[in-house]
């Protein structure tokens, strides 16, 4: 997909600029029982977290943009 995406229902929550250590991106939960790695184009993306605007959303949306070097 490209341009700016904004899921339907749901509020800009964080947005900022996110260096990575390696081109993956981890998403786990605080006791990491669910872990999750996800492959990204650059360790340089731009991220935006949507959600229901609660403080501890029942649903997020994770958006990252960059060029894609892959």
Do not use: H
């Not at 339907?8 to 605080?30: C, N, Q």
């Not at 669910?34 to 997020?60: A, H, K, T």
Request: charge should be negative; charged fraction near 25%.
């Amino acid at each position: 997909m490209q341009g700016p995406y904004r899921p339907e229902g749901k509020v800009l929550m964080y947005s900022d600029r996110l260096t990575l250590p390696a081109a993956s991106l981890v998403i786990a939960d605080p006791d990491e029982t669910v872990r999750l790695i996800i492959p990204v184009p650059n360790v340089e993306n731009e991220v935006e977290v949507f959600g229901d605007g609660s403080r501890e959303p029942d649903d997020v949306t994770i958006v990252l943009q960059g060029d894609e070097s892959w």
